[in-house]
């Protein structure tokens, strides 16, 4: 709750994933992929395999990463996007159904309102090549979340 996220014990990463982790989630330099482990990861998996966890997350993130969600995200940086843009990106993207499964959650900075996270509900085994589409598709719907918020650049602002 602190934010004292060196003190959490570090998941097991190899060096591949280590490496792509730092470069996808940049929350590395302050330890949040431990946050993100205890409190996701091993709900999913228990104590063990956070290499497992990433590997699928990035393989997710890449296929997210590779789809028009992607182009809509770059095209609104420093801009405001509604999350029914947002979730309509994700249908074209994916699949009728599929940005019902997304909730965006905002946070305020400065007087600002920031779309902070992307919540992607999944259902179905994570397999490398496999149609995440489908993944999402099979999660239960889930809240919208904040209505819009901006898509703020990467680093500290």
């Given amino acids: 709750e602190a934010r004292r996220w060196n003190e959490l014990p570090a998941p097991e990463l190899d060096a591949d994933t280590a490496e792509r982790l730092a470069v996808a989630m940049p929350g590395t330099a302050s330890f949040l992929e431990r946050h993100e482990w205890i409190k996701h990861g091993t709900c999913f998996f228990g104590d063990r395999n956070g290499d497992e966890y990433y590997d699928d997350s990035l393989l997710v993130l890449d296929a997210i ?27 074209d ?13 905002c946070t305020g900075d400065q007087g600002r309102v920031l ?23 099979a999660a239960s719907p889930q809240s919208a979340g904040c209505s819009a918020g901006t898509v703020d650049p990467a680093g500290l602002q």
């Fill in 65 to 91: 990463n590779a789809s028009p969600v992607a182009d809509v995200l770059a095209a609104h940086v420093g801009a405001e996007l509604t999350t029914a843009d947002l979730r309509r990106a994700f249908d």
């Fill in 93 to 105: 993207a994916f699949g009728a159904g599929a940005g019902d499964r997304v909730q965006v959650q």
């Fill in 115 to 137: 779309i902070q996270e992307l919540k992607i509900a999944l259902s179905g085994e994570i397999t490398e090549g496999g149609d995440v589409g489908a993944l999402i598709r």
